[in-house]
């Protein structure tokens, strides 16, 4: 990628948010390090619902299932009903069969440390041929499990860069993955994705954000500040 000018800016915007971040949060902490098909697996889980809801619905799949291999061939409707409080289990049970049958096919062992032999692109590329996988679920595996340079973007990132100004107005939430790749520095891309969404949550809320208890305030571009 050619850097332009705001490219540039843009990037060193990114290195100061994050140390105003840190700053503000401190170090986040990320659930214990698993292996990259614990983490998909957790990761389908969490999507739209909470993470006690997940870490509830990931034990009990665990304490049912023991073994990968046990999840992959166990009968659908049982394995729905073991992850029911996660929501949407009659999407995510199948899919994660599903995953789980692509990834014993490349690796009897359930193993994907293969990927950390492709580039990110290609990493990215398979993860997301899974079904249920999208480009914030793989990038999650990468860069938590298989410690790639993969910036996962979901909700809160997307719309926290964008009103900070550290990613064009109008790019896409699957492009934004690549770009905040492209323009900031690996070491920083899990602590910043999580303190990002901390910022989301706590202070840059959708509907009312809290703009005077903002740390980067005075380098955040969204022109609809609220102060009371």
């Not at 520095?185 to 703009?211: T, V």
């Amino acid at each position: 990628m050619e850097f332009t000018e705001e490219d540039l800016a843009r990037r060193e915007k990114l290195e100061q948010v994050n140390k105003r971040l840190l700053e503000y949060f401190g170090e986040p902490n990320w659930h214990e390090r698993m292996p990259a098909v614990d983490e998909l697996v957790c990761t389908i889980l969490s999507q739209n619902t909470n993470d006690v809801n997940r870490d509830k619905a990931y034990t009990e799949l665990r304490r049912r299932y023991p073994t990968w291999k046990e999840v992959r061939d166990a009968d659908p409707e049982e394995l729905q009903h073991v992850i029911r409080i996660a929501g949407l289990a009659e999407q995510k049970g199948p899919n994660i069969q599903a995953a789980l049958k692509a990834v014993s096919e490349k690796d009897e062992k359930f193993d994907l440390d293969w990927l950390k032999k492709l580039s990110v692109d290609e990493a990215r590329n398979w993860l997301t041929t899974l079904k249920g996988v999208g480009p914030k679920t793989a990038a999650i595996v990468m860069v938590f499990s298989l410690g790639m340079p993969a910036f996962p973007v979901d909700t809160h990132v997307y719309r926290v860069t964008g009103r900070i100004g550290l990613r064009p107005a109008k790019l896409s939430v699957e492009k934004t993955h690549e770009y905040l790749e492209a323009i900031g520095n690996p070491d920083n891309f899990g602590p910043l994705h999580l303190n990002l969404i901390n910022l989301g949550r706590q202070i840059c809320q959708a509907r009312k954000p809290k703009c005077a208890i903002c740390p980067v305030l005075g380098m955040c571009d969204y022109p609809e500040k609220q102060f009371n």
